[in-house]
C-alpha cells in the first residue's frame, strides 16, 4: 500500500485519546493468560502485533470475550495446553516472540515460534543465552533467529543475569521464565528499560523479591486492567503539530511512565510548548498532553542516557530533526539497527531522498534542520518508519509517496484517520 502525504497549509487540531500501549497490552494479554480466574482488560490495542501474542494465548489455552467494558480473558491458571501443532505465529512481533519464549521456556511440552521476514531476521541470541543458562531447551536457527524451537527441559532454575544490553524484552522473557524456575530469578540491565512488567506482576498477584527480582513458583491472580494510550503512537500527533504552524492538540489518557517519556523531555529542549496534565498512577502513570504550536523547533543533543526512554521514538525524532533549524546528534542507539528494520539505515536513505543533509553513524545520526523535498520513499515495512516519513510529508515542498505502508497496522491502525481527523490530508493508493 502507498501513503500519499500532501504539504499541509493550515494548522492541525485535534482531542484524541491514542490507542492503547503496545507494550502494555502484550504483557496484560500474557498475565492474563497465565492467571488463575477471569480478567477484564481495557483499551487493549488492537494491531497486527498484540493480535499475534491474543491468538498465542489462545492456542495455549487462555480464552478470551469481547464483552462490554473490554475484552474477557480467562486464564488458564498457569496450566498451558497446547493446540494444533505447536508452532506459534508472532508475526512483526519482537515483544510477542521475546516474551512468550521466556514463558515456554519453563512448559512440559514443544513449540516452535516463527515470524514473518523481518522478525525471523533480528537477533534471538540476546534471550537464548539467558534461557539457556536457566536450563531451556532452546535452539534458535543457525544465525541465532527465529524459528525458535523449545523443547521441554525438565525444569527451569533461576539465575541472576546481568544483561549487555538495556532490553525490557530480554528482562521481561527472563522475569517470565523465573515464575515457572526454582529459586529466585532477577536481571540487572546497564540503564533501565521500560519497567512495565515489574509493574504489572504484582497487579497480577505476583509478589517481587526486589524491582527485577521473582520467585519461582509464584502464581498470578486475575485481575481487572485498564490499558493506557501509547505515548509511542501519540508522540506522532505531537510532533505532526510541533512541525505544522498553527497547530494545536490535545492528547487524552496516554501512558506517561518516566521510562518511556525521553521524547518528550527532548521536545520540550527543542522549544516545543507542552503542557501535561498527570490524572492517575495505578500502576502506570497516565495523563493529558497538550501542545501549541510554537515556532520551528531548534537542533539538540540527545543524552546517551535517555536512549532507552526513546527507543522507539527515534526514527520520529530524526524526521522532526529535519524540519527544525540547526544539528541534532543522536548517539549511543546502535539498537536501532536490529528493530523491525536497519531504522538508522531506512530513515538515512528516506531522509536524503527527501534532501535532508545527515551524517550516518554506527550508532546514531547527525542531522540538520532544512528544507523537505517530496518524493516516494521506502518505509522497509517499518511501521514507526512509515509513520515518521508520513509527517515528512506535511512539511515537504510536494507530496510524499510512503511504500509499505500498510505496515503501520504493526502498532497504530488509526493513524491514517486520526491525522485526517486532525486535519491532514492523507490518502491510499487502496482507497482506505
Ligand atoms: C518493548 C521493548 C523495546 C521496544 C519494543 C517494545 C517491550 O525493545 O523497542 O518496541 O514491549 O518490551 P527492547 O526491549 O529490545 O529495547
Not at 511512565?257 to 520540550?268: E, H, S
Not at 540527545?302 to 536512549?307: F, Q
Not at 514507526?384 to 515537504?396: E, I, K, N, T
Request: proline share 5%.
Amino acid at each position: 500500500m502507498i501513503l500519499t502525504v500532501e504539504p499541509s497549509r493550515t494548522g492541525l487540531r485535534g482531542d484524541i485519546s491514542p490507542p492503547g500501549d503496545k507494550s502494555i497490552s502484550h504483557r496484560a494479554l500474557i498475565m492474563a493468560s497465565l492467571a488463575q480466574g477471569q480478567s477484564l482488560l481495557s483499551g487493549l490495542l488492537s494491531s497486527e502485533d498484540t493480535l499475534a501474542t491474543l491468538r498465542a494465548c489462545v492456542q495455549l489455552g487462555a480464552s478470551s470475550e469481547s464483552v462490554q467494558g473490554g475484552l474477557l480473558v480467562t486464564g488458564t491458571g498457569g496450566k498451558l495446553t497446547p493446540t494444533g501443532n505447536g508452532v506459534l505465529d508472532m508475526g512483526n512481533s519482537g515483544t510477542a516472540m521475546r516474551l512468550l519464549a521466556g514463558v515456554l521456556s519453563g512448559q512440559d511440552f514443544d513449540t516452535t515460534l516463527v515470524g514473518d521476514d523481518s522478525l525471523n531476521s533480528r537477533p534471538m541470541t540476546r534471550i537464548v543465552d539467558p534461557l539457556r543458562l536457566m536450563g531451556a531447551d532452546i535452539t534458535p536457527s543457525d544465525e541465532g533467529t527465529a524459528p525458535l524451537l523449545i523443547r521441554s527441559c525438565g525444569g527451569l532454575r533461576g539465575i541472576n543475569y546481568v544483561s549487555p544490553v538495556a532490553s525490557a524484552q530480554i528482562k521481561s522473557c527472563v522475569l517470565l521464565a523465573g515464575l515457572a524456575a526454582t529459586g529466585v530469578s532477577s536481571v540487572e540491565e546497564p540503564r533501565l528499560s521500560r519497567d512495565h512488567t515489574e509493574r504489572m506482576l504484582p497487579l497480577f498477584g505476583v509478589e517481587l523479591v526486589s524491582p527485577r527480582c521473582v520467585r519461582g513458583g509464584s502464581r498470578l491472580m486475575a485481575s481487572n486492567f485498564d490499558v493506557p494510550g501509547d505515548i509511542s503512537s501519540a508522540v506522532f500527533l505531537l510532533a505532526a503539530a510541533a512541525m505544522v504552524p498553527g497547530s494545536e492538540i490535545t492528547i487524552r489518557r496516554v501512558g506517561l511512565n518516566p521510562t518511556r517519556t525521553g521524547f518528550l523531555q527532548c521536545m520540550r529542549e527543542m522549544g516545543a510548548q507542552l503542557t501535561v496534565v498527570p490524572l492517575v498512577e495505578t500502576p502506570e502513570p497516565v495523563g493529558d498532553v497538550k501542545l501549541v504550536f510554537a515556532d520551528r523547533l531548534k537542533g539538540i543533543v540527545v543524552p546517551e542516557s535517555r536512549v532507552p526512554d526513546m527507543i522507539d521514538e527515534l526514527p520520529l525524532l530524526m524526521a522532526l530533526a529535519a524540519t527544525g533549524s540547526g544539528m541534532t546528534r543522536i548517539r549511543g542507539a546502535g539498537e536501532l539497527r536490529v528493530k523491525e528494520s536497519d531504522r538508522i539505515a531506512v530513515m538515512a536513505t528516506g531522509l536524503r531522498k527527501m534532501g535532508v543533509n545527515l551524517q550516518e553513524y554506527p550508532d546514531g545520526m547527525d542531522i540538520e534542520g532544512g528544507t523537505i523535498t517530496g518524493g516516494s520513499v521506502n518505509s522497509a515495512g517499518d511501521h514507526r518508519c512509515a509513520m515518521s516519513f508520513a509527517l515528512l510529508g506535511l512539511r515537504a515542498s510536494s507530496e510524499v509517496h510512503i511504500d509499505a505502508a500498510q505496515y503501520i497496522a504493526t502498532s497504530y491502525p488509526g493513524f491514517i484517520d486520526d491525522m485526517r481527523a486532525m486535519g491532514a490530508s492523507m490518502f491510499t493508493d487502496t482507497g482506505t
